[in-house]
């Protein structure tokens, strides 16, 4: 696999660090288990981190020295392209590995991964998890536009991948319409949510999660997990929140918003200036980023966890909430409409309008059975969905492409797996 950009190790809701660090590091974890050995390579951000960092059995994360260390921002990281294809290929030569397939994550690493596989002469898996076009089409007017650079280059890599592996149909729908891609090389693998860390708990979870986070216990609590940018929607809530105590100043009402600045000229007290011009910033805290350990606590602490992103490719925050036991709103964008059952696990809402967001915001906070209803329906809801299945389908498709993919006329066949050269 590759992850050039961001490494599957780093803390999620910091920089550049998302949903996508979860999926792969998740998947990896678990195609590992399933016996596939997985090598991921990711661009050194620091000289400790070492080489090699082995992760579990039959996974290592590979840490490539490209450029600096520190001071490129995610924009500049397309002239370390070479850099890093090169570490790459000085790591395998000297270690004498040799791969079945590739997996890259994101245009970045598949530009590095579409030289791989004409080196290597294997197949080139890729995941895009977000595409400009479809970012450009959503983003709420305050948010930079993708660079049309970018929009080429993922161009190329629909062109050219053997396997476009998306989360849902309306990803690949997406890749369809703004990038006129085949659909017979287009598969459907669903992401999944680490059940067994992601539940309710015991029936006094909420209680304690609360006290650990100094919530009174019997407020109503709003939750929102994930980076601190305009795609992600943080100022949708709140200013729907500033909205919900114009209508009643009285309300008793909590919201956690728990992430890191991210994107250009990104800053950590841009929604918190914003709260308190709107009069609502003792009604809401600002929570650093946290591994999955403790994010569970904020889950399960929340009445609702709303996700007001102007596009999700599928919603991780949402499918780990239900599995909370919390009931989600989300915009009905991207793959969240899959993720959310609405009606039965939660909530969708059409717009980023703060007045249409307070309505449903109301209705839930103010429903308490419908709102209980729908955390124990998440739960089952969730449990559908586990990144076991998610390995289990990539490896069925990895499987396919080796076996089937030809490769500059010549057909592959085998396992999938890491081995040593010969």
């Not at 245009?107 to 595409?131: E, F, K, N």
């Not at 709420?140 to 929009?151: I, K, N």
């Not at 009285?250 to 709107?278: F, K, M």
Request: charged share 20%; glycine share 8%.
């Amino acid at each position: 696999m590759i992850s050039m950009h961001t490494s599957p190790l780093q803390q999620p809701g910091i920089g550049d660090s998302g949903g996508m660090n979860v999926y792969i590091l998740s998947t990896a974890t678990e195609l590992a288990k399933q016996g596939v050995e997985v090598d991921i390579y990711t661009r050194a951000t620091r000289p400790s981190q070492g080489e090699i960092v082995q992760v579990a059995d039959n996974l290592q994360v590979i840490n490539i020295a490209a450029g600096p260390y520190e001071g490129l921002s995610k924009e500049e990281l397309p002239t370390q392209l070479a850099a890093f294809a090169g570490g790459m290929l000085s790591f395998t030569r000297r270690e004498k590995v040799s791969y079945d397939l590739i997996h890259s994550h994101y245009w970045l690493s598949g530009q590095v991964g579409w030289l791989m596989r004409d080196l290597w002469r294997i197949p080139l898996i890729h995941t895009a998890h977000t595409l400009a076009a479809v970012k450009n089409s959503y983003r709420d007017d305050a948010d930079t536009p993708e660079s049309e650079a970018r929009r080429i280059c993922e161009q190329q890599l629909v062109d050219n991948a053997d396997v476009l592996a998306v989360n849902t149909q309306e990803e690949m729908q997406d890749l369809m319409h703004h990038y006129d891609a085949e659909p017979d090389r287009i598969s459907v693998v669903s992401p999944g949510a680490d059940i067994e860390l992601y539940s309710p708990g015991n029936d006094r979870a909420t209680e304690r999660s609360r006290r650990e986070l100094g919530i009174p216990l019997h407020a109503k609590v709003v939750a929102f997990v994930g980076r601190l940018q305009p795609f992600k929607g943080p100022q949708v809530l709140i200013k729907a929140v500033a909205e919900l105590f114009e209508r009643d100043p009285e309300r008793n009402l909590r919201v956690l918003i728990c992430g890191g600045p991210s994107g250009p000229n990104a800053s950590p007290d841009t929604y918190r200036n914003l709260a308190q011009e709107l009069g609502v910033e003792k009604r809401i805290r600002f929570l650093d980023p946290r591994p999955p350990s403790e994010l569970v606590t904020i889950y399960r602490a929340a009445d609702i966890v709303a996700v007001p992103s102007f596009n999700e490719s599928f919603g991780l925050v949402a499918m780990e909430a239900q599995a909370s036991g919390t009931p989600v709103i989300a915009a009905r964008v991207g793959g969240l409409p899959i993720a959310v059952a609405e009606g039965e696990t939660g909530l969708l809402v059409d717009g980023h309008s703060p007045h249409t967001w307070a309505d449903a915001l109301a209705t839930l906070l103010d429903d308490d059975e419908t709102r209980i209803r729908m955390g124990e329906d998440a739960v089952e809801h969730a449990r559908t969905f586990s990144w076991a299945a998610t390995a289990a389908q990539l490896s069925s498709l990895y499987n396919e492409a080796i076996a089937n993919e030809n490769v500059d006329g010549e057909t592959h066949h085998g396992q999938v797996n890491a081995r040593p050269g010969t």
